[in-house]
């Protein structure tokens, strides 16, 4: 298994437009995105605090995407 490095909600949220992901709506601190295809999530941004591992893993499930392909967004 690889290392994946810490990212924060800024960083995802970065990746994911450049995935074709526009934000439709905030609330609070949580920015809802989606695709023209019709998948979506939900990122939440807050100041200094990493996403842990289970979330990111299902923020890229819900985009149907992997972890190589998020690396490479980056």
């Known amino acids: 298994m690889t290392i994946f490095p810490s990212l924060t909600g800024k960083q995802i949220l970065s990746a994911l ?3 074709g992901f526009e934000i439709v709506r905030v609330k609070g ?5 989606h695709h023209p295809d019709g998948r979506s999530t939900v990122v939440p ?10 979330l990111l893993a299902k923020i890229l ?3 149907e995407l ?3 392909q998020l690396q490479i967004l980056l």
Do not use: M, Q, W, Y
């Open 17 to 19: 437009k450049k995935a």
């Open 29 to 33: 601190s949580h920015h809802f995105l």
């Open 45 to 54: 941004v807050h100041f200094g605090e990493t996403i842990g591992p289970g």
């Open 66 to 68: 992997n972890r190589a």
């Open 61 to 63: 499930r819900d985009c």
